[in-house]
């Protein structure tokens, strides 16, 4: 396809356990995004790779969460030992170019409940 | 400490009139502001931006109004249409971290027939 896809849309888990969020940019996109949205909320800025390379990892709010672009392309978040509060939507979004906000495509989510 | 606000949760307008959505921001560092619209289940697109070096930008039926001293902007839709009935959400960036977008909570505007 020609846009960002997310898999899976949606996610359930029990507290404690460990998920994985995918993430497959668009086609020739060097920098890809993650966000979480809470609901009712915006989207929250979390890390952001420029190929490979994790520039920024400032919103990730803990050393449980842990993001991956091992060769520049597919993403995937990943949540240990999951908590009730870690339920909202993951966004991913990427981006041609490591500039402009502009230019950021976002995907459609991966809507986690925690139970 | 939200450093975007969208005070107004919900707007109603009727089809054909005018549809303002509002926006306060605090951070004084911020020069380039970002309106994004969203459906339900999907991921947000891009509508219209401005630059802290404008205080107005068209395109079609779409304006944004930057007010920097005031630290507002609003976007206004007109004539509103049934297409236009989303969750829209206003982001700022500071240039020299121009990937980080801080993003207000959004407002749902409801375009009435």
């Known amino acids: 396809g020609a846009g960002v896809s997310q898999s899976p849309r949606y996610k359930v888990a029990k507290r404690g356990q460990d998920v994985a969020l995918r993430c497959d940019p668009i086609s020739g996109h060097v920098s890809l995004f993650w966000y979480q949205q809470a609901l009712g909320q915006g989207p929250e800025f979390l890390t952001y790779?420029?190929?490979?390379?994790?520039?920024?990892k400032s919103g990730l709010p803990s050393d449980r969460f842990f993001a991956e672009r091992p060769e520049g392309s597919v993403s995937t978040l990943k949540i240990q030992r999951t908590q009730q509060e870690d339920s909202a939507v993951y966004l991913c979004?990427?981006?041609?170019?490591?500039?402009?906000?502009?230019?950021?495509?976002f995907g459609d989510g991966t809507r986690l409940s925690i139970l | 400490d939200q450093q975007v606000k969208q005070n107004s949760p919900s707007l109603s307008v009727q089809e054909g009139r005018i549809s303002i959505l509002n926006c306060d921001y605090t951070n004084s560092m911020f020069d380039y502001f970002l309106w994004y619209k969203k459906y339900p289940a999907e991921g947000p697109t891009f509508l219209i931006s401005i630059s802290s070096i404008k205080d107005k930008n068209e395109d079609g039926r779409f304006t944004v109004f930057l007010n920097k001293s005031a630290k507002h902007l609003s976007l206004h839709i007109v004539p509103s249409q049934p297409g236009d009935s989303a969750v829209y959400f206003c982001?700022?960036?500071?240039?020299?971290?121009?990937?980080?977008?801080?993003w207000g909570a959004g407002t749902k505007l409801i375009i009435k027939p």
């Open positions: 790779f420029q190929n490979e390379a994790q520039l920024d």
């Open positions: 979004a990427s981006s041609l170019t490591g500039t402009g906000p502009l230019n950021q495509h």
């Open positions: 982001a700022a960036s500071v240039m020299d971290s121009n990937y980080q977008l801080i």
